[in-house]
Each structure stands twice: as C-alpha cells, then as structure tokens.
C-alpha cells in the first residue's frame, strides 16, 4: 500500500489537518472505520476537541492514507466476495436442478 501515517495521543486534531493537507491524504479512524477529507476531519474533531481540549486520546486511532489504495481495496474485496457468492448460487441452482431432475 501507499503512504500510511500514525499519530499518538499528543497529537492536535489541527496538526492531524495539516498533515492530511500537505500529503494530500485522508484521515481513516480505525474504531469507527471512517474515512475523512480533511475538512470532514476539522467537523468530526470538533467534538472531541470540546469534550478533551485541542488534544484527544481518540486521535490516537487516526492514521493518515490514500484513499485510493482504500479504493482498491475494496474493490478486491468486493470481487472476492462476488466470486464466493456465484460459486455459491451455481451450488444452490445445481443442487435443485438435479434434485427435481431425481425426483421426476
């Protein structure tokens, strides 16, 4: 994969920001598995910032990376799960199929 940034919990959610924007990243909150822009991120910290001052231990779940290569793995897991789930109608309509075919 692309480029991944860690933060701790020291870090501020304005530096998180800054970061985002230089790198030309999005910020991926790994307990909640959401993805910010980084404007989306200045909202979503807002809360954090009122409930625990300009720095939050839940930043500490926050990496910085490219959501293109989130993009691509979704995709991949996307076509996995449509071959799995084929492979698993083809079993359902075959099974039938023979099974009526017994029957009659």
Known sequence: ???SINFDGKTTAKKIV??????N?????????QWFTPEEFE???IVDIIQYGN???NF??????DPKDEIK????RQNKFGIETKSFIDRVFTYYKFKDKQEK
């Open 1 to 3: 994969m692309g480029t």
């Open 18 to 23: 800054e970061q985002a924007k230089f790198n």
């Open 25 to 33: 990243l999005w910020i991926h909150h790994r307990g909640s598995n």
């Open 43 to 45: 909202e979503f910290a």
């Open 55 to 57: 720095r939050s231990e």
């Open 60 to 65: 500490i779940h926050c990496v910085l990376s």
């Open 73 to 76: 793995s979704r995709m991949e």
